[in-house]
């Protein structure tokens, strides 16, 4: 008897199973693994989104972490928090503004006021240098006088979110011959970005001392 030959395929076929099948279940199957590698994929450039967002995120903190130093010598909490200065801190930068702007000599003044421009706003740059030079002009054609500013113990020191009223005594020496003169100091300031800007300098009622 002659054995008839067949076909690996027809082996396989599934008792009672067209040729078809065979042909549908591998279409099934690739349709599966095709979509199982779409899948895959997504899921890849998905977990590449997320790594970038997180090293972006751990970028921009490193580059906007602050530390805050304080001064040699200072007390209370230095800080501005949503735009608001702690008294502390206004405290500090009238000190500050006193010291740069109301006691100096011919020797010191021009580096003192170049000190002090460096925390004036941009739009009151002008005014508050034009306002200082006048004051080098008249040292440099009195050599031999000198200020010296101090904040009055005896009055309060009064501020807001824009300015600051600083009750003052002021010591004229020139010639060897002293004269006290008391007034306000009134400081307008603004802050931006978490800095302190200066954006006028006033002296008010000032009036020499009743001896």
């Known amino acids: 008897m002659a054995l008839r030959p067949t076909s690996r395929s027809e082996d396989e076929l599934p008792a009672g199973r067209p040729a078809s099948f065979a042909i549908h279940r591998y279409l099934q199957g690739s349709s599966n693994l095709f979509e199982e590698n779409r899948l895959l994929k997504f899921a890849i450039i998905g977990l590449f989104g997320i790594t970038a967002v997180l090293g972006l995120t751990l970028y921009s903190a490193a580059r906007n972490e602050r530390t805050i130093v304080v001064p040699f010598g ?5 800080y501005v928090t949503g735009g608001k200065p702690s008294p502390a801190y206004l405290r500090t930068m009238v000190r500050n503004i006193v010291a740069l702007s109301g006691t100096y000599s011919a020797y010191s003044a021009d580096r003192q006021f ?11 740059y002008n005014g508050v240098r034009d306002s200082l030079n006048l004051v080098l002009d008249e040292l440099s054609s009195n050599p031999t006088l ?7 113990p005896d009055q309060p020191v009064r501020w807001t979110d824009r300015e600051i009223i600083v009750p003052v005594e002021k010591i004229r ?16 300031y603004a802050i931006d970005n978490g800095r302190f800007w200066l954006t006028q300098l006033t002296e008010e009622d000032f009036d020499a001392e009743a001896r």
């Open 146 to 152: 000198s200020i010296a500013t101090y904040i009055r």
């Open 114 to 124: 170049q000190e002090l421009l460096s925390i004036v706003h941009p739009s009151a």
């Open 74 to 78: 200072a007390g209370g909490d230095l």
């Open 173 to 188: 020496v020139i010639g060897g011959v002293n004269r006290k003169f008391r007034g306000t100091l009134r400081i307008r």
